[in-house]
Structures are given as C-alpha cells and as structure tokens.
C-alpha cells in the first residue's frame, strides 16, 4: 500500500507539474502575441505621425513670401512642390509617395529628374494630397493595418 501511496503522490506531483508548465506557456504565448500586435501598432502609428509631421514641419520651415507651395505631379506622382530662388536661380523640392515610401527631392527649376532618384525619408502607406482651399492643404497617410489619420496645414505667407 505505501509504494502505491508514493506512486500517487509522485503521479500528482508530475501531473501538477505538467499543468503549471503548460499554463506558464500558453500565457507566454499569449503575452508574446500581444507584445507583437502593440509593437505593430505602434510601428503603424509611428510611420503615419512622422510622415504628416514632416511635411507639416516641411511647409512650416518655407512658408516665407518668396517661397511657392503648392500641389503637382512629379514624374507621374502626386507631389507637394515647395519652390524658391536661391541666388536668382530658381529650386523645386518634392515631397512624394513612390511604392509605399515617403521621398523627397531637391532639384533645379528646368533640369529634369525622375522619381526614383529620391530620397527616401519613411516607409508610409496610401499618402493622399489635397488642396482645400487656396494655401489650406490636407494631407492623409493610412497605415498597413487601414487606420487613416490627416493633417490640414494652412500656408500663412500667401494672406500677408
């Protein structure tokens, strides 16, 4: 009867053992899932804040009266096209979404360029550009997971 006792407490123990390692795991497992999901999340947001802010802080750091803002196409993409003279020769820099990237390119009025030649700024998703209203521009970036967030940035210079 005593070696059939033990072999019942060792039989529980192994088993009491077993449930709480398979519980440490599925929660484990779970917890990993989550931490993902936020990580992605946070990856989403990150991308489409950073974008709106730098073409909000873009537009900001050129809205001067002898600079241009206004919305174009740049090599067959929508484009905010920032434009001012330096030393009497005129510049364009374009801000564009090419393939799921935020570019941006800095060239001389009258030399052409193709889109690629960018430089890529951020990874983004769906960037749409509109002009609402003379100088009042909205501009919307979706993330990967169809999440859309906009900012509407008025040009000051073009009421002075």
């Known amino acids: 009867m005593r070696t059939s006792r033990h072999s019942m407490d060792f039989l529980f123990a192994i088993a009491l053992f077993f449930v709480f390692a398979s519980t440490?795991?599925?929660?484990?497992?779970?917890?990993a899932n989550i931490y993902r999901h936020n990580v992605q999340q946070s990856s989403n947001a990150f991308e489409q804040n950073t974008s709106l802010s730098y073409i909000t802080e873009k537009i900001r750091q050129n809205d001067a009266s002898d600079t241009t803002i206004h919305l174009t196409t740049f090599d067959g993409y929508d484009a905010l096209a920032i434009s001012k003279s330096y030393n009497e020769i005129g510049y364009t820099t374009y801000i564009y979404e090419m393939d799921g990237l935020l570019k941006e390119i800095f060239i001389q009025d009258g030399i052409s360029a193709e889109a690629q030649a960018g430089t890529t700024i951020l990874k983004i998703s769906n960037l749409e550009m509109k002009e609402l209203d003379e100088g009042l521009f909205r501009?919307?970036?979706?993330?990967?997971?169809?999440?859309?967030?906009?900012?509407?940035v008025h040009v000051q210079s073009m009421n002075q």
């Open 139 to 152: 501009f919307t970036c979706e993330s990967a997971d169809k999440i859309q967030d906009s900012v509407i």
């Open 24 to 31: 440490s795991l599925i929660v484990l497992l779970l917890a």
